[in-house]
């Protein structure tokens, strides 16, 4: 399969660079590929002539789109779709830095499966600056800053587990700093929406409407990025937020998308009393669920551990399971596909999924959805 990896930039030369350069120890398998299309959205501060002097051992395209008044990040990504050669379309932003693995494990969630979108997640580093003759060499996390925090979406998936197709919101977790996704359907739905010209919610509005089209967004567990650290400006991005919440909810008035309103109480920089991101995430996912009558909570949940000895039938076995009640699987596995296969299926009910948890997030998820099984086997690892 041969991957287009998507990255648009503009006017952040020292951000793009380390992104770039990381990707020259991408490890990809058999006649797997990929090529990166660069969308520079009207550059000013010499990145086409810093990127064309970069030592790049991968194929790479840089499309310099002049700077009008219908420039946006929806534009230059639609820019980089058209151009792209791959049937997979990967996207990442210009101010992250990749791991090693990253091209190679969106490619596996979409070998075997037409009909997904993969994300991925992000790690956020501290100010400070990378190592380029370090990188060039090889990735090492001692070329990067330290990592500052998780992403915040983990939050929600050690909370509700990481089966994404199991949450009411999923669409709204993709991000296009990781994420992938075949060509045809990005065509099919029209691409990202270039009415949406400020921050916030071109992608996550894309992510509603190929949740629409039927396909199954999945957690991508493996394919890391490290998001460098710049500083943004809080009133300016609440300004953004809330303007391109209007067109959102204009364009798509479904009550699952006007229930994002709850994410509002933690944008807005002016409240006395603000929550967490986490919690305001939790009510808005919880709301959606309410509306379709599936809240998890209160239910009996059965515990299905799958180890080495028993992954050839682990699917078969979860399914099975999965069909006849609510079911909690706790993977002690390393097997990467097992994740995607699970996230994939349709069982009718409740179907969490934790991939090597620790004793803590045993105990927690026991906690939260009322099953002593958890409690015994948190003792037990």
């Not at 003759?133 to 925090?149: N, R």
């Not at 650290?229 to 919440?245: A, I, K, L, T, V």
Request: proline share 5%; glycine share 8%.
């Amino acid at each position: 399969m041969k991957a287009s990896l998507v990255i648009p930039t503009y006017n952040s030369r020292d951000l793009v660079v380390p992104c770039l350069m990381s990707l020259n120890h991408q490890r990809l398998e058999g006649n797997d590929a990929f090529e990166v299309v660069l969308v520079d959205d009207g550059s000013t501060d010499g990145t086409g002539e810093r990127v064309d002097s970069l030592p790049l051992t991968y194929p790479i395209r840089r499309i310099h789109l002049p700077r009008t008044e219908n420039s946006c990040r929806s534009a230059a990504r639609n820019a980089g779709i058209r151009a792209a050669d791959g049937e997979l379309i990967v996207f990442a932003d210009g101010d992250q830095i990749i791991d090693p693995e990253f091209i190679q494990e969106h490619i596996r969630c979409h070998r075997d499966r037409g009909d997904v979108v993969a994300i991925g997640f992000r790690d956020y580093l501290e100010p400070g600056t990378v190592d380029l003759g370090l990188l060039e060499k090889g990735f090492t996390p001692t070329a990067l800053p330290p990592v500052a925090d998780r992403d915040e979406r983990a939050q929600v998936t050690d909370a509700l587990s990481q089966n994404m197709g199991n949450l009411a919101t999923g669409w709204h977790f993709l991000y296009g700093c990781n994420v992938s996704v075949r060509k045809e359907h990005l065509l099919a739905v029209g691409g990202f929406d270039e009415n949406i010209k400020r921050w916030s919610f071109e992608d996550v509005e894309l992510g509603y409407r190929l949740h629409r089209h039927g396909l199954t967004l999945v957690h991508n567990l493996y394919s890391r990025v490290y998001h460098q650290f710049h500083p943004e400006s809080g009133q300016e991005r609440y300004d953004d937020w809330r303007e391109n919440f209007a067109y959102f909810t204009t364009k798509h008035p479904e009550l699952e998308v006007r229930n994002q309103w709850v994410l509002d109480a933690y944008f807005d920089p002016d409240r006395v009393s603000r929550p967490s991101w986490f919690e305001a995430y939790l009510r808005f996912e919880f709301a959606c669920r309410a509306i379709a009558g599936r809240l998890p909570l209160g239910r009996s949940y059965e515990v299905l551990v799958v180890d080495a000895d028993g992954l050839d039938t682990a699917e078969a076995e979860i399914a099975r399971a999965g069909t006849a009640g609510d079911l909690i699987v706790v993977d002690t596995t390393d097997d990467r596909g097992l994740p995607t296969a699970v996230q994939t299926m349709r069982t009718g009910h409740e179907l969490l999924y934790f991939k090597q948890p620790g004793p803590d997030l045993l105990k927690q998820t026991a906690g939260s959805f009322g099953c002593a099984a958890l409690l015994d086997r948190a003792a037990g690892a």
